[in-house]
């Protein structure tokens, strides 16, 4: 079966650098994503790997070695409105079906 | 933001009672599905669609039937509710299919059976 593995929580200090990881155990796999979500809100789209290495779009970037079964989400320049939760998702088999981590709380102090 | 909602947002049922939600998107994208949210389990795809009229069953569809009559809709149908199923619901769509695309969210639909 399907699984991933990723911190519960994570603290970091305002304009800091934090880095979440993100491992997986999965057959047929495409790529991994990762996801933000906010309390009370809905999950959005941050990025998408397909092959190794390194993703990168503004403040955020993505990182994956498929060799390690391994990725991970870097976030620069924390700001407080990137207090939520992260989730990294693995795409497998047809229709682009994707499980889901169980999500990186990310608390930030001032 | 991708044209998504889902009614109701909030629902109190009783076990034993029919509950059916319902994403409505207005995006013509081919592919919704339909997951549940709970503390410690992420997102957990309970049912998915890849046409009208073509569903199949995700990781967790016992006690979970959908259906899909137009492209825009998708229902999820909970025939006899029981506590194990309070939970929060999101669909999703997608455009393409391939493991590539980007999934959009609704706002999620709050359930709560007593």
């Known amino acids: 079966g399907q699984s991933l593995e990723q911190p519960s929580e994570v603290t970091a200090v305002e304009g800091a650098i934090v880095q979440i990881n993100c491992t997986y155990q999965?057959?047929?796999?495409?790529?991994l994503s990762w996801y933000q979500q906010h309390d009370g809100g809905a999950p959005t789209f941050l990025s998408y790997?397909?092959?190794?290495g390194l993703e990168e779009t503004g403040r955020f970037s993505s990182f994956l070695s498929r060799s390690d079964s391994y990725g991970y989400l870097l976030l620069q320049e924390l700001q407080m409105k990137d207090s939520a939760s992260y989730f990294c998702?693995?795409?497998?088999?047809?229709?682009?079906?994707?499980?889901f981590g169980s999500g990186t709380r990310l608390s930030i102090r001032p | 933001d991708a044209g998504i909602t889902q009614s109701p947002r909030h629902k109190v049922t009783e076990t034993g009672t029919p509950v059916t939600l319902r994403c409505h998107q207005t995006?013509?994208?081919?592919?919704m599905y339909w997951y549940r949210q709970d503390p410690g389990h992420g997102l957990r795809l309970i049912h998915y669609?890849?046409?009208?009229?073509?569903?199949d069953k995700g990781e967790v569809s016992d006690g979970y039937s959908v259906s899909r009559s137009k492209t825009e809709d998708f229902l999820l149908t909970l025939e006899s509710a029981t506590s194990s199923q309070t939970s929060v619901y999101f669909c999703?769509?997608?455009?393409?299919?391939?493991?590539?695309?980007?999934?959009?969210f609704g706002p999620g639909t709050r359930l709560t059976v007593l």
């Open positions: 998702a693995v795409s497998w088999g047809s229709a682009s079906k994707i499980i």
């Open positions: 669609s890849y046409g009208v009229k073509d569903t």
């Open positions: 790997n397909a092959l190794d």
């Open positions: 999703a769509i997608s455009d393409g299919g391939t493991p590539t695309d980007t999934q959009y």
């Open positions: 999965t057959s047929g796999f495409y790529g």
């Open positions: 995006e013509n994208h081919r592919y």
